[in-house]
């Protein structure tokens, strides 16, 4: 158990639709990355959130959006949800920018 | 940041001793070589971190050789719940920087019976 908490464990949404996912990080814990990983493949980087403000994106498009709140708990928006989108969404917290980060089980989300 | 490169897969019998080797040949002078686990439906997990020579924990043993272009994760007799695909990552030291994870496609090790 890592401290880490995601909601929902499983999703199906259909193609056009928008989806919230939700992250409560470990306890103290200020930073928050999503990864998304498809299956097969490793995960790959979304992007991080610490102290509320976005810190680093990776390589994808702007209908990939967060938000991080005051307690540090995340949430991961996608909007004109694709098929391509269906992916297994990870959440990983740390304490600080470059602390080790504490991944959860993830979601699972389905696009039909 | 330096690309890996890993076996697709492995399988191995419980009780054996496994080893994963990973490619790293563009590795830069700061670079770190990190392995992580994942179970089936949930996240990675940090098993071993190292710099050069060799690291051992509870887990595993990390060799490095001095040219520090591949590096071999070394798993002391296997059981069926190390069943795992196992990732090789080179990058910033563990709890310094903020640059992300990068992830390759990792090595499938099933452990049989």
């Known amino acids: 158990e890592t401290g880490v908490t995601q909601s929902p464990t499983h999703l199906i949404k259909t193609r056009g639709q928008q989806v919230t996912l939700r992250c409560s990080s470990q306890s103290g814990h200020n930073t928050v990355s999503w990864y998304q990983q498809a299956l097969g493949q490793g995960p790959q980087f979304i992007f991080q959130?610490?102290?509320?403000?976005?810190?680093g994106r990776g390589n994808f498009p702007p209908r990939f959006s967060g938000l991080q709140f005051p307690n540090y708990s995340s949430e991961l928006n996608v909007n004109a949800l694709e098929l391509d989108d269906s992916a297994l969404y990870l959440c990983?917290?740390?304490?600080?920018?470059?602390?080790?980060?504490?991944f959860g089980q993830g979601t699972r989300l389905t696009v039909v | 940041l330096a690309k890996t490169t890993q076996p697709i897969s492995m399988d191995s019998y419980e009780g054996q001793e496994v080893n994963i080797t990973c490619s790293h040949n563009?590795?830069?002078?700061?670079?770190?070589i990190t392995w992580y686990q994942q179970f089936p439906s949930q996240g990675p997990r940090f098993i071993i971190q190292g710099y050069k020579t060799k690291v051992t924990n509870e887990v595993a043993s990390l060799f490095i050789p001095a040219d520090r272009k591949s590096s071999t994760l070394s798993l002391p007799r296997v059981s069926l719940s190390d069943t795992a695909v196992y990732y090789c990552l080179v990058g910033a030291q563990r709890n310094s920087g903020n640059t992300p994870l990068v992830f390759g496609k990792g090595t499938r090790l099933s452990v049989i019976a």
């Open positions: 563009n590795i830069a002078t700061n670079d770190y």
């Open positions: 990983a917290s740390s304490l600080g920018q470059g602390a080790e980060a504490f």
């Open positions: 959130y610490y102290r509320e403000e976005e810190n």
